[in-house]
């Protein structure tokens, strides 16, 4: 039977977790303004530039992971869709979202691109393309469909080499 003496208080479960949110400047190396020796700068200079470096490719490969579940799940999805006749349902039917989904994207990888790395301003420009049709066209017109998985899997392909 429940018995509340068996569980935490909420207070309890409170001081047991904290969440904080810091909003500073990228540290640089060479912007360390404290009197020490030379040697103790060099060695302070290169942590921070090693963990900037840290820092900065993480980043840069959370914007290629975004680009590749969606690249990957708009190729897994519109292999999967099979579009039914007068007899037979679609199976495999997808969403508006699907779309939605890599136009969004699109949208903010720019923004994600704080390297300015010219691979991920390029693959942002064609998941532009990649968008340009709907989800009812993608639904209605084969073509259309295996042009956007051939664009999808060329993005994937090209990512692939930079993730591994």
Same mark, same amino acid.
């Given at each position: 039977?429940?018995?509340?003496? #068996?569980? *935490?208080? %909420?207070?309890?479960?409170?001081? /047991?977790?904290?969440?904080?949110?810091?909003?500073? +400047?990228? *540290?640089?190396?060479?912007?360390?303004?404290?009197?020490? &020796? @030379? #040697?103790?700068?060099?060695?302070?200079? !290169?942590?921070?530039?090693?963990? &900037?470096?840290?820092?900065?490719?993480?980043?840069? $490969? @959370?914007?290629?992971?975004?680009?590749?579940?969606?690249?990957?799940?708009?190729?897994?999805? =519109? /292999?999967?869709?099979? *579009?039914? #006749?007068? $007899?037979? /349902?679609?199976?495999?039917?997808?969403?508006? &979202? %699907?779309?939605? $989904?890599?136009?969004?994207?699109?949208?903010? %990888? +720019?923004?994600?691109?704080?390297? $300015? @790395? *010219? =691979?991920? &301003?390029?693959?942002?420009?064609? =998941?532009? /393309?990649?968008?340009?049709?709907?989800? +009812?066209? %993608?639904?209605?017109?084969? !073509?259309?469909?295996?042009?956007?998985? #051939?664009?999808? !899997?060329?993005? =994937?392909?090209?990512?692939?080499?930079?993730?591994?």
């Amino acid at each position: 039977m429940y018995d509340v003496a #068996d569980y *935490p208080t %909420l207070d309890d479960i409170k001081s /047991k977790f904290a969440f904080e949110v810091a909003v500073a +400047p990228m *540290p640089m190396g060479a912007d360390f303004r404290v009197t020490i &020796s @030379d #040697d103790a700068r060099a060695i302070l200079t !290169q942590e921070i530039e090693a963990r &900037s470096k840290v820092a900065m490719a993480g980043a840069i $490969n @959370d914007a290629f992971n975004r680009v590749a579940l969606v690249a990957g799940t708009m190729v897994e999805r =519109l /292999k999967a869709y099979v *579009p039914g #006749d007068g $007899n037979t /349902k679609a199976t495999g039917t997808f969403h508006a &979202s %699907l779309v939605e $989904n890599v136009r969004d994207l699109a949208k903010i %990888l +720019p923004d994600l691109n704080i390297a $300015n @790395d *010219p =691979l991920l &301003s390029e693959t942002a420009e064609r =998941l532009n /393309k990649l968008a340009t049709y709907d989800a +009812p066209e %993608l639904r209605d017109y084969a !073509q259309a469909r295996q042009a956007t998985v #051939d664009e999808a !899997q060329a993005i =994937l392909d090209q990512i692939s080499d930079y993730m591994a």
